[in-house]
């Protein structure tokens, strides 16, 4: 929290040098706007199309430096050595498909490889995240050896459209934009839900709120409640939010300036993900991740509007620079199984992991490629090295076979077996977490995976194969389910978004560390580690959260 403070004003200034066009006052200075949990408004933004206009200057920077882009690559597994202990391994490269050839190759690494592959919210059926948002990083890391942190607190964003789960910006409830239930209450006030911020309280309190007006028949047509900005006016929405206009119309035929737009909550983002510290390192030698796919830990149980951009331009800029060598501090996040406090124990309905001895290629382990015969020289002292490009040509090999295996054999469409994952997410593992549900979750994920092992791709052409990417896909949307479901049925208390029925209190005295999940040959293995509370200038205890 410390360095993103510190550091992120900067790399905002940064992108304004660089020719982000962020909205401005009258005097000049840039915008800033409330979101919500937040006690100053201080969001800065670009319209209503911030992502978009970040996108275009990120890629301008690239290719003004001249960086090779190379466009319809899909990564499917990560290059990483076959070292017992996980803090031992390496990471050398990745491996692709390339969709307009249909070739399957290696990319060699020389300093390291950074993840960025963003959410994993097509592990939902309702989300606002992008078709391709499935959890790749996060997986793939996961198989190599690098522990999964915190993967049960998931947002739910509480302004969603309800036919399609496409996002309608917090910066209408920033503007002023106000909820109301089928009576026309504003119901945050009204029903107490949070009497000093109303809509801007943080985004899982507002979610339980509509989703506790819709259970309670207040909602309309029992599933959404109505997000109205009529009364800014059109100039200042047309300034502001002009493309929430074309949103609420496009997808709800809805206007905006005549009339109040259907919301409802849906999956946004993931707290949890790839562990790493504030360099952005896994405890794999060479692999690091940034953004939405690693957990640096920055959003604890529930990330305030506006901390994910700065998040990547931050810790994303800090990866990029160790990778590349750049002399920084020793890190003080520690990493890795060797960071384990206590033993995970937990009490689950099936067994976790890959089903089966594992020899499938399709639904095997998919992360250590390297073996001693094959991959390993001696060093002088008489221990092994591994051999980089030999590590990287084993995992070409092994992603090979299994596209060889997807494309030759017949089997069942990899979308069944999505959607058995989504629903039970969404019914079980969503706003509301009872301990039946989430153990029926498992249930449910479990046969997901034994089914899998039984998929196969329809569509035998080896270029723009999108049967062939969406079933890769579907194994790490299957790896990430279970991974929150196991992390939101270990931690019984209420924290942040993590809301549980049974346990309705945050409990620090038990609950004050971080959920861990090992991948150890094809099982999950539970643990924690202590939640690091003291800054570089003073140490940050946690308070009760009050609106």
């Known amino acids: 929290m410390d360095t993103f403070a510190k550091e992120a004003p900067n790399e905002v200034i940064q992108l304004e040098h660089w020719g982000m066009p962020f909205s401005r006052e009258e005097d000049g200075k840039v915008s800033q706007r409330p979101f919500g949990g937040l006690s100053h408004p201080r969001t800065t933004y670009a319209g209503a199309e911030t992502g978009h206009h970040l996108l275009h200057t990120m890629y301008e920077q690239v290719v003004k430096r001249g960086i090779e882009v190379y466009e319809e690559w899909f990564v499917t597994r990560v290059a990483v050595t076959d070292h017992d202990d996980p803090e031992g391994r390496e990471c050398h490269g990745v491996v692709g498909y390339e969709i307009k050839t249909g070739e399957i190759d290696g990319f060699y690494a020389r300093n390291g490889v950074i993840l960025a592959t963003g959410g994993l919210g097509q592990a939902f059926d309702h989300t606002t995240n992008a078709i391709a948002n499935t959890g790749d990083g996060q997986a793939m890391a996961y198989r ?13 964003h509480p302004t969603t459209l309800p036919s399609t789960g496409v996002l309608i910006s917090e910066g209408v409830r920033g503007e002023g934009g106000i909820l109301y239930n089928e009576a026309e209450e504003r119901f945050m006030f009204e029903y107490g839900y949070a009497n000093n911020e109303g809509e801007l309280a943080s985004r899982d309190v507002v979610s339980r709120a509509e989703l506790t007006q819709v259970n309670e028949g207040r909602g309309i047509e029992d599933e959404y409640v109505h997000l109205d900005m009529r009364h800014l006016g059109e100039e200042r929405i047309l300034d502001r939010l002009e493309n929430i206009l074309h949103l609420a119309e496009d997808f709800e035929g809805v206007d905006g300036l005549e009339e109040p737009m259907p919301v409802k909550p849906g999956q946004h983002y993931q707290m949890g993900g790839i562990e790493v510290n504030e360099h952005g390192e896994s405890c794999i030698d060479g692999l690091y991740a940034a953004g939405e796919c690693a957990c640096v830990s920055l959003h604890g149980a529930n990330r305030l509007g506006g901390n994910a951009l700065p998040e990547l331009l931050v810790f994303g800029a800090r990866a990029g620079r160790h990778a590349a060598g750049a002399e920084m501090d020793e890190p003080e996040i520690p990493t890795g199984p060797s960071a384990e406090s206590e033993a995970g124990d ?202």
């Open 346 to 547: 937990i009490d689950l309905p099936v067994e976790p992991g890959i089903v089966g001895d594992g020899s499938d290629p399709v639904a095997a382990d998919g992360g250590r490629e390297a073996d001693d015969s094959r991959a390993r020289r001696t060093r002088s002292d008489g221990g092994a090295v591994a051999i980089p490009e030999e590590v990287l040509e084993r995992a070409i090999e092994a992603e090979r076979d299994r596209v060889d295996t997807l494309l030759e054999r017949d089997g069942i469409n990899h979308a069944d077996v999505r959607a058995k994952v989504q629903e039970t997410m969404t019914e079980n593992v969503n706003v509301f977490r009872e301990e039946g549900n989430l153990k029926q979750a498992l249930r449910d994920i479990r046969e997901a995976r034994e089914q899998y092992k039984h998929v196969g791709v329809a569509d035998p052409s080896r270029t723009y194969n999108t049967d062939l990417i969406h079933t890769i896909e579907t194994r790490n949307v299957i790896d990430c389910a279970e991974a929150i479901t196991i992390g939101a049925l270990a931690r019984e208390e209420f924290r942040g978004a993590h809301w549980r029925q049974q346990y309705q209190e945050r409990r620090d005295d038990e609950w004050l560390k971080h959920t861990m999940l090992a991948w150890e040959d094809g099982t999950p293995r539970l643990y924690y580690k202590p939640v690091v509370l003291e800054g570089h200038d003073q140490t940050y205890e946690p308070k009760e959260r009050s609106y």
């Open 144 to 156: 190599a050896g690098a522990p999964m942190e915190d993967m049960e607190f998931v947002q739910f």
